[in-house]
T-cell receptor, first 116, second 115 residues
Framework: AQTVTQSQPEMSVQEAETVTLSCTYD???????LFWYKQPPSRQMILVIR??????QNATENRFSVNFQKAAKSFSLKISDSQLGDAAMYFC?????????????FGKGTRLHILP | DSGVTQTPKHLITATGQRVTLRCSPR?????VYWYQQSLDQGLQFLIQ???????AKGNILERFSAQQFPDLHSELNLSSLELGDSALYFC??????????????FGPGTRLTVT
């Protein structure tokens, strides 16, 4: 079974600085997708960024980028120029590209605090 | 706004009771997923329906059941409720059933409190 591990329950970063959230996963599949979701205090789940495992190039969305290391099964999220609105719980997630279903497997989350 | 609606937003009920959570997917989406977010277990996949048929089951208790209706809305039924069932229940929808980088759009969730 696939698992997703986020080893940092909480992190803090100064506003305008850069922060990296870590994520590792375990799978025997060769084709899959990885995601970072943001859950602000409103509890809404918001997709931040996604990565297809067959793509070597790291995904980037404005201030958000990932460092995808397939061999190491590592998928970290870098947030540049942190803003107060980035304060939220961040979930790393995995989805198979070969299974009949496409359920998402989530990590336990990292709570990110932005210090003004 | 993801386009996925869930009702009710909050639900408070007693142990042993039965409740129904409702989800309306985005227009055009055929797949509906239910997830449970609790302090103990984190975010867990419960069940998926695609165009009215059950597609996948996760860690869903036997006391829980779901269905997807011809108009594609879905209901999650929770019975014989226990304190540990208190959680945030999310519904998500997507256009596809499997494969592809289709995004799952999450609803705002239903907060269930069992007292």
């Amino acid at each position: 079974a696939q698992t997703v591990t986020q080893s940092q329950p909480e992190m803090s970063v100064q506003e305008a600085e850069t922060v990296t959230l870590s994520c590792t996963y375990d799978t025997s599949e060769s084709d899959y997708y990885l995601f970072w979701y943001k859950q602000p205090p409103s509890r809404q789940m918001i997709l931040v960024i996604r990565q297809e495992a067959y793509k070597q190039q790291n995904a980037t969305e404005n201030r958000f980028s990932v460092n995808f290391q397939k061999a190491a099964k590592s998928f970290s999220l870098k947030i540049s120029d942190s803003q107060l609105g980035d304060a939220a719980m961040y979930f790393c997630a995995y989805r198979s590209a070969v299974n009949r279903d496409d359920k998402i497997i989530f990590g336990k989350g990292t709570r990110l605090h932005i210090l003004p | 706004d993801s386009g996925v609606t869930q009702t009710p937003k909050h639900l408070i009920t007693a142990t042993g009771q039965r409740v129904t959570l409702r989800c309306s997917p985005r227009s055009g989406d055929l797949s509906v997923y239910w997830y449970q977010q609790s302090l103990d277990q984190g975010l867990q996949f419960l069940i998926q329906y695609y165009n009215g048929e059950e597609r996948a089951k996760g860690n869903i208790l036997e006391r829980f059941s779901a269905q997807q209706f011809p108009d594609l809305h879905s209901e999650l039924n929770l019975s014989s409720l226990e304190l540990g069932d208190s959680a945030l229940y999310f519904c998500a929808s997507s256009v596809a059933s499997s494969g592809g980088i289709y995004e799952q759009y999450f609803g705002p969730g239903t907060r269930l409190t069992v007292t």
